[in-house]
């Protein structure tokens, strides 16, 4: 086992602990800082941004060789972390607690952690298995002064967390799994942006992940969690056909088939995707049609007929009327658009 003793004064210094035992370089990459690591003891990159309104977000895609216990001790940096694993899954319980007690952080699971300061935090990582996370690391202070302008909006027992800005308290929250935040933590690990916009973009996200913690902590509060009769593993295959959906977005894709396909009944094809889409199976198909044709619209010389039939519809003019009712435009009236701002830039 690789033991990690942390005690940082920001997320920079504490990704400069584990590489002092792990072994790696940490490089600047557009804006953003990371430690590549390739040896004995893991294989993948740490990576992570601070802004300037009291947020750090920390991303690792890492598979470690042996059991990793991270001890962190909060006298110094203690922030109220955010945490989301995309793949894979970790561990974490507070120092006083016995080694039998960790918890584990699920794959597609919303928690949120902090301790008191001057306390220690273990964080567990199994050996062999790839770790694909993504933590929001909020300082209470800052964070407030600068952005918690609403604080009522959240429910009572998070808004104190945030009071406490002395950090006399530990806090633990272990949510339900949220697969609708697992799409935009993949849309924000997909951007192919450079320099200062790359991370203008990140920043985005990273609100939109951050009030998605909060509002799912709120509704969860309420005892308002979402009702699904579904498997953990049954909603995973409905995303993971989602993906083929949009890679072979031309498809005739029926209810028929996909629930022949994927072993899901059509009823639980229709929760699923309500669920985590909010969109019945053919809303959905035809929402990223037209999404993908907007994109051709705009990026492309494509003619609209040729757009059309791209993405699967036969008909020119039903494709024109439900563009229209989705974007408010027609698609020559947007094509048009597009041609008339890049002659203006």
């Known amino acids: 086992m690789i033991k990690i003793k942390v005690d940082a004064q920001d997320t920079a210094e504490s990704v400069e602990q584990i590489r002092d035992v792990i072994g790696g370089e940490i490089k600047e990459r557009w804006g953003q800082y990371v430690l590549e690591v390739s040896n004995d003891k893991a294989e993948g990159s740490i990576r992570f941004i601070t802004f300037d309104w009291g947020v750090s977000l920390l991303e690792l895609d890492i598979t470690f060789a042996e059991e990793v216990i991270i001890e962190v001790d909060t006298s110094n940096f203690n922030p109220i972390s955010f945490y989301y694993c995309l793949e894979g899954y970790c561990g974490h319980k507070f120092g006083y607690q016995p080694d039998d007690e960790i918890k ?20 567990y990582f199994p050996k062999d298995i790839k770790i694909s996370q993504t933590v929001i690391q909020v300082r209470r202070k800052p964070f407030l002064r600068k952005r918690l302008n609403q604080g009522e909006e959240l429910n009572q027992q998070l808004y104190k967390v945030f009071l406490d800005s002395d950090h006399e308290k530990v806090f633990a929250y272990y949510g339900s799994y949220n697969l609708k935040m697992a799409e935009v933590v993949t849309k924000m690990r997909a951007i192919k942006a450079k320099g200062m916009i ?34 953990k593993r049954e909603l995973k295959t409905i995303r993971n056909y989602v993906k083929k959906i949009e890679k072979n977005i031309s498809q005739d894709f029926s209810l028929e088939d996909i629930s022949a396909e994927t072993g899901l009944t ?19 198909i035809r929402h990223a049609r037209l999404e993908l044709a907007r994109d051709y619209i705009a990026t492309t010389e494509m003619n609209i007929s040729e757009v059309v039939y791209s993405i699967g519809f036969t008909s020119r003019s039903y ?3 439900i563009f229209k009712e989705k974007y408010g435009l027609s698609p020559s009236e947007f094509k048009n658009s597009k041609k008339s701002a890049q002659t203006v830039g």
């Open 104 to 123: 584990i952080m699920e794959q597609f699971q919303s928690v949120i952690l902090t301790n008191r300061d001057g306390g220690i935090t273990d964080r």
């Open 198 to 231: 790359r991370i203008m973009m990140i920043e985005g996200y990273v609100y939109q992940i951050l009030s998605m913690h909060m509002i799912q902590h709120n509704k969860e509060v309420l005892n308002k969690r979402p009702q699904t009769s579904l498997l």
């Open 266 to 284: 059509q009823a639980k094809l229709q929760e699923g995707f309500k669920l985590l889409y909010n969109k019945t199976v053919t809303e959905y």
């Open 319 to 321: 494709f024109s009327k």
